[in-house]
């Protein structure tokens, strides 16, 4: 009866709360009512109100004002408009479940325990003056996910407020009623977490406000350090505790960061998709998302520039190919921080000597030679940097480019353009002289000025390529120079450093630049070269980057993101156990790195080991393919043990995943995903099974993905989860060598009810190595 009587008041507590969301709502529309009113109004009146004389230059200031004035008007108008909309979506956000959490807090030194009620957004009582429900991203809220009842504490701009938690006690409220509640000791009690990890998966990544793990708080509200490393087991909630941050950080410094300060850096097009929608149901603008390739494309406009993907298929396909052992050495030490060293040691060698410039060539004709400008470069004082001395040749060769002009206005061929050209550019001369008050009685000589500025426009116009050329410093030439540093490393480095073929890796590397291509290994180490000799490209806008899948990501790329981003704090997440690029799989993995890339006193490392997403007998499973030292601790949400079904042939094969997608489907599950190791083999299952089932084929290229049965390559599977996997085939002739493992490790681990894995004929060492009571064989008579 207490029990009762208790809900029931709780729930006459959740009826006020809804009713104060009402009225707020109703007044909202007023409000927005009258302001859109009010906006289309100024905007069909805008010219009415503006007073627009401009035959003196006091009107002309007089106009300035008044069109100031009236955009300044109509912009705040659109402002507020804009501020009460974004309210009354929250609003809206929170009559569906206006809290998840409850703590009653005394205070050191109070008398009366506070009863704080914490959900998505802030709302104060119908006079604006009493907290109805807390923010979770305010400091009072941050005891919610950190302490049991008992002694308990947070931050605040004056100290810290101390105090006891006499109760902590969490919701599960849908359409406004209470469909559970439970007192509990911990942050989040498993009656809650279980119902939400028991869930279907979706094709959108959800917020984790209502679950979130004291662990995952920690990285949500960390905010000493200039670099945190978060180093997390799959499953364990480090993207959705990033995006969590990005809300937090955003609601911590709203005066001064705006979500366009923000920088994601993510593994493909498909994972930005896939976590779009977190930010906005936390009432947040989506921050930047850019993958690295298509930062560094960008970039490299001048080359078709390899991306990851394809540089993996190579790797994980091509092994017969007898340029592969060289390729596959050039990745690993061009992703080195040796690789770096070399470099900065050739542009100090080039303040001397070795700088390479392009000709510069107008209408056929070489009027300013290479050796003229590197001269005119070293003739610069050695003291001032490489990119100074850039800076200074740039200015000489636009003054040489202003001498040229003048010099082709008298030329036949200009004589011959003016006369080919529009009538909006004879027009334009024409208003120009009537401005300077030509073609009068007192003018004697206008068809002359006309021919000569007709002729300055042509000359103009017909050198602006080149100056915007020059002024991008093309007249370095990049190219030669990249290349030029192997032939330079072959003499100039002592020791054992260089690999036995790096005559081969500078020859490989060349052919690719003279066809306009440029390896992804490649990538990194050119820009890096080239900010070096023209000037860093530093990203100021940005104040906070986050880099997921970071154990994807080489040492050398995470000092290239040091140096154009040198005033960014960073957040790092991965986990080195699904590392699988060929760098990565080695010793060239940035995480690994994380000690010597950033100084000690201002990084902080987080590991979280406990799984979430998968059942404990998944996480049992995927473990045992690990060699590595690591600790994972699955979330104890049981299920069936993973399913090893081999076969003989392709036909059954196709047959066997065929009855399995049909039992998983009556299952209930909304996504399956078949996941094979290449793009080869996906096309090729796609093909043999796309007229037996429904499937969609996910390519690199792909934007969305949709609920339902999808075949997929293993790499773009990355940080993405699914109610059930089915490994495509996980033979021992597929996955045969060790730098694959994490591969198969990583595309089991997106599986969250239901892991199969086919296998035509022997099974792969990674699965045999595991203890048998793990999973069960299966037949496809079973």
């Known amino acids: 009866m207490t029990d009762m009587n208790e809900k029931q008041r709780e729930q006459e507590r959740v009826n006020h709360v809804l009713r104060v969301i009402e009225q707020k709502m109703q ?23 503006v007073t627009v004389n401009l035959d003196e230059p006091d009107d002309v200031i007089e106009t300035h004002t008044s069109l100031k004035q009236q955009a300044e008007l109509l912009s705040e108008r659109e402002r507020s408009h804009g501020q009460f909309f974004k309210q009354y979506k929250n609003l809206t956000r929170l009559k569906n479940s206006p809290y998840f959490g409850r703590i009653d807090f005394l205070e050191e030194g109070e008398s009366e325990t506070e009863k704080i009620y914490i959900g998505l957004f802030s709302l104060l009582d119908e006079n604006d003056e009493d907290f109805l429900v807390y923010d979770w991203r305010a400091p009072i809220s941050s005891m919610y996910y950190d302490f049991a009842p008992g002694s308990a504490h947070y931050q605040t701009m004056d100290g810290t407020i101390k105090g006891e938690i006499k109760l902590k006690r969490q919701y599960m409220i849908r359409n406004g009623q209470i469909r559970g509640m439970f007192d509990t000791g911990i942050t989040i009690g498993d009656e809650i977490l279980q119902a939400v990890l028991s869930d279907q998966s979706d094709t959108q990544m959800k917020n984790i406000v209502a679950t979130i793990q004291k662990e995952q708080n920690e ?23 990033a995006l ?18 923000i920088l994601l850096f993510s593994p493909n097009q498909l994972f930005n998709s896939y976590v779009a929608t977190v930010l906005p149901e936390l009432g947040e603008d989506n921050m930047e998302q850019s993958t690295f390739y298509q930062y560094v494309s960008h970039r490299l406009k001048e080359f078709d520039v390899e991306d990851p993907y394809t540089q993996l298929e190579y790797i994980l396909s091509e092994k017969q190919d007898e340029l592969y052992p060289i390729r596959k050495k050039a990745i690993l030490f061009k992703a080195d921080l040796i690789f770096k060293d070399i470099i900065d040691k050739y542009v100090a060698s080039l303040q001397k000597e070795g700088m390479l410039f392009k000709n510069i060539s107008f209408r056929g004709e070489r009027f300013i030679t290479r050796e003229e400008i590197k001269a005119y470069f070293y003739a610069i004082d050695d003291h001032i940097t490489i990119p100074n001395r850039i800076q200074i040749l740039r200015d000489w060769l636009l003054d040489k480019m202003d001498e040229k002009e003048k010099e082709e206005r008298t030329k036949d061929w200009v004589l011959e353009e003016s006369e080919l050209l529009d009538r909006e550019d004879y027009l334009k001369v024409y208003r120009k002289l009537q401005k300077e008050q030509r073609f009068s009685e007192k003018t004697f000589n206008d068809y002359d000025r006309e021919e000569k500025m007709l002729a300055e426009l042509v000359v103009r116009r017909k050198l602006a390529p080149l100056r915007r050329k020059i002024n991008d410093f093309a007249f370095v030439d990049m190219k030669a120079l990249y290349n030029g540093l192997f032939t330079w490393a072959q003499t100039a480095i002592e020791g054992n450093i260089l690999p036995e073929e790096w005559e081969q890796i500078g020859a490989q590397t060349g052919e690719q630049l003279k066809k306009g291509k440029i390896y992804y290994e490649d990538a990194t180490p050119y820009l890096y070269l080239k900010d070096k000799l023209e000037g860093k490209q530093v990203h100021v806008k940005i104040r906070h980057l986050f880099i997921d899948e970071a154990q994807d990501y080489s040492p050398f790329q995470f000092a290239f993101f040091k140096e154009i981003f040198p005033n960014s704090k960073m957040t790092i997440l991965g986990d080195i156990n699904q590392s699988i690029f060929t760098h990565s799989v080695g010793e060239q993995n940035g995480l690994l790195h994380s000690n010597e890339l950033f100084p000690e006193d201002q990084l902080e490392k987080i590991i979280l080991t406990k799984s979430y ?27 069936n043990l993973p399913s090893v079904v081999k076969v003989e042939n392709q036909e059954d094969l196709h047959k066997g995943i065929v009855e399995t997608v049909g039992v998983l489907q009556k299952g209930g599950y909304d996504t399956i995903a078949i996941i094979c190791k290449t793009v080869e083999e996906t096309n090729q299952a796609y093909e043999a099974l796309k007229g037996k089932i429904d499937l969609h084929l996910v390519k690199k290229e792909s934007l969305t993905y949709e609920k339902g049965l999808l075949i997929i390559p293993s790499y773009l599977a990355k940080g993405i989860e699914f109610d059930a996997v089915i490994i495509y085939n996980s033979a021992q002739d597929v996955y045969r060598d060790e730098d694959e493992r994490k591969l198969f490790y990583t595309a089991c681990t997106r599986a969250m009810h239901e892991l199969y894995l086919f296998s035509v004929g022997v099974v792969t060492p990674f699965i045999s190595e595991i203890e048998q009571d793990k999973y069960r064989l299966v037949s496809l008579d079973d």
Do not use: C
């Not at 969590?244 to 300060?261: G, H, I, S, T």
């Not at 404990?616 to 949400?637: A, C, S, Y």
């Open 27 to 49: 007044s909202l529309e007023e409000k927005t009512g009258g302001l859109k009113q009010d906006i289309v109004q100024l905007r069909k009146t805008f010219w009415d109100d």
């Open 613 to 639: 997403r998968s059942t404990k007998q998944i996480v049992e499973f995927t473990e045992g393919m690990l060699k590595d030292e690591h600790e994972i601790i699955p979330f104890n949400r049981s299920g």
């Open 219 to 241: 990285i949500i509200r960390n905010d000493e350090k200039k670099y945190l490393v978060v180093q997390g087991a799959a499953g364990s909630g480090k993207t959705s505790a």
């Open 244 to 261: 969590q941050r990005v809300a937090y950080l955003l609601y911590k410094y709203r005066e001064k960061l705006q979500a366009d300060n």
